[in-house]
């Protein structure tokens, strides 16, 4: 006797196993450096993640960021980088760690790739940023790569000094050629005594252009630049040491939130947030509600509980009756205010895109960030939806996107398909933060239908040229372009190509989430004044 799996267990089914693959993916990242972690440690070193964790306040929580980078390529997975955003002394962090045991912290084009977006989410949400150095500067063979592209690291570091916004330096070991420039250009620099080295020639190097015979010390240690080049500011005894004048450094910053105080008590939500593996489909052209995720990420608002300011609901839900494959509302996350786009059904359609152009225009009126929850194949297509104005509609909607100041959330849980994930505001909308549910899926458009497309264009070329298509022949590359637009469209393809923030546990959302939006409050929120014109 056979049993058939419920449809919410066969979810579930589905998401744990993602889940369990995504772990082993993640754990790559942290055993990068392979054998080389035991030398590390046996030499009295700490790993990139070790420094991290004595850096941050006991019991708080460390965000990580892009730790698949590079997943796919030739390097090792994450990049040689550890980085994120971590609490210091109660002041909200950008971390970025070398891993010196991948390569010795050498940079390759991936790295680069991660720490220019770690310099970007430092910008725009004002945090000072520490770097834990420990590098070998460029990986040579790619030299070709990131030599050019390169430089914006140190031009990031001085501009984010001219705005106020402190760079902190903590040297541990090498920090040769280009690397010298990190603490070269920060605020704060800490070295730690006998193992930093910043030169930007190691004494073979000056050996062959100059002919100097010298050491290590004389030319970049940590003594020497404390006492006698000035280029280090503290010197520290041992790599505790460097995270405890880290830590007081932080202390001294008299740093202070400069942005909106969210609400001090709130209730978890209403619903549970575990409950998330049941939701996504194992076919994602099966469509879901929104609302059973939203109702699991929000705050609450449970009998005797003083969420959402006295609010009789946890999502207000706006124009619900127009539009309705698109969901759009008001809610409260750890007591931040919040305003969500969802997709209710795949396709956006006209009703939708004028919806959504309404919706963030009045987040821009009144100052109220945006989170958009991604489950689309994009705008309507066919003769009637063009004569009805697809294309000015949904310009409109990405006119709104595009030109809106508050600042935006993504999380893609489902289907992210051609414009779809531009109007939803994908990566190149500058979403504040990007993150993917293992679910996800992203390409100009699903696999099937790309491939479908081929297929057709290949058989009216066969007819115009007056010979027979080779439906059977033509059966073999249409099963190929599938597989390899699905294979493109997974999100650890995007992740490693860093296209997101990372790749989370659904049941993890809530807290991610509420991370950004702290983070976000560092300033204050102004929205949109104008949108340009829209096209009616």
């Not at 369990?20 to 450096?33: F, I, N, P």
């Not at 730790?67 to 980085?83: E, H, I, K, Q, R």
């Not at 991660?114 to 949400?125: D, G």
């Not at 100052?367 to 929850?373: N, R």
């Given at each position: ?24 993916e ?49 390097f ?22 070398n ?18 977006r ?48 402190p ?31 910043v030169?930007?020639a ?11 015979e010298?050491?290590?010390?004389t ?17 520290a ?59 699991r ?25 127009y ?19 969802a ?5 956006l359609?006209?009703?939708?895109a ?16 945006l ?66 549910w ?71 959302t ?27």
């Amino acid at each position: 006797m056979t049993t058939t799996e419920a449809p919410e267990q066969a979810r579930r089914s589905a998401m744990e196993a993602k889940l369990a693959d995504l772990h082993a993916e993640q754990t790559k990242a942290v055993e990068a450096g392979g054998k080389y972690i035991a030398r590390h440690q046996e030499r009295g070193k700490l790993t990139a993640r070790e420094r991290i964790d004595l850096l941050v306040d006991e019991g708080s929580a460390f965000l990580e960021l892009m730790p698949l980078a590079g997943w796919g390529s030739d390097f090792a997975v994450g990049a040689s980088l550890v980085t994120g955003i971590g609490v210091v002394e109660g002041v909200e962090c950008m971390i970025v760690a070398n891993d010196p045991t991948v390569k010795g912290g050498a940079l390759n084009p991936w790295s680069l790739r991660k720490n220019f977006r770690a310099a970007e989410i430092a910008e725009k949400n004002f945090l000072p940023t520490i770097n834990l150095t420990e590098s070998g500067g460029a990986d040579l063979p790619t030299q070709k790569e990131i030599f050019i592209p390169g430089g914006r690291g140190f031009r990031d570091l001085t501009r984010a000094s001219a705005r106020k916004q402190p760079t902190i330096s903590v040297v541990f070991g090498n920090s040769t050629a280009g690397g010298a420039y990190v603490p070269g250009m920060s605020d704060y620099v800490i070295m730690v005594k006998e193992q930093a080295k910043v030169f930007l020639a190691g004494p073979p190097l000056v050996k062959m252009a100059t002919g100097e015979e010298s050491d290590d010390e004389t030319l970049g240690g940590a003594e020497m630049h404390s006492r006698i080049s000035g280029s280090s500011d503290f010197l520290a005894v041992d790599e505790h040491d460097a995270i405890r004048l880290a830590r007081r450094t932080v202390a001294r910053l008299n740093w202070r939130k400069q942005g909106a105080v969210p609400a001090t008590t709130y209730a978890e939500p209403d619903l549970d947030p575990e409950d998330l593996l049941d939701l996504i489909p194992t076919d994602l052209k099966e469509p879901f509600d929104p609302r059973e995720a939203i109702l699991r990420i929000v705050d609450g608002v449970s009998p005797g509980s003083a969420a959402g300011g006295g609010n009789e609901v946890a999502f207000d839900e706006f124009k619900p009756l127009y539009g309705t494959a698109l969901c759009v509302g008001w809610a409260q996350l750890h007591g931040h205010p919040i305003g969500i786009l969802a997709n209710a059904r795949g396709v956006l359609m006209s009703e939708e895109a004028q919806k959504a152009a309404q919706f963030i225009q009045l987040a821009n009126q009144k100052d109220t960030p945006l989170l958009f929850l991604h489950n689309t194949t994009g705008y309507m297509v066919g003769a009637e939806y063009e004569q009805g104005g697809i294309i000015k509609h949904g310009a409109m909607m990405i006119n709104a996107v595009s030109n809106s100041k508050v600042p935006h959330l993504t999380v893609i849980m489902g289907a992210s398909y051609g414009a779809g994930n531009y109007g939803m505001n994908g990566r190149a909308y500058d979403p504040r933060f990007l993150f993917t549910w293992p679910s996800a899926k992203s390409s100009v458009m699903g696999p099937a239908q790309l491939a479908g497309v081929l297929e057709i264009v290949a058989r009216e070329s066969a007819e115009k040229k007056g010979q027979p298509f080779d439906a059977e022949g033509f059966a073999a590359v249409k099963a190929m372009v599938e597989a390899q637009i699905e294979e493109q469209s997974l999100p650890y393809v995007l992740s490693g190509m860093v296209y997101d923030d990372g790749v989370i546990d659904p049941r993890d959302t809530r807290t991610v989430l509420g991370i950004c939006l702290s983070v976000i409050d560092n300033q204050p929120i102004e929205g949109a004044m104008n949108f340009g014109v829209f096209r009616m």
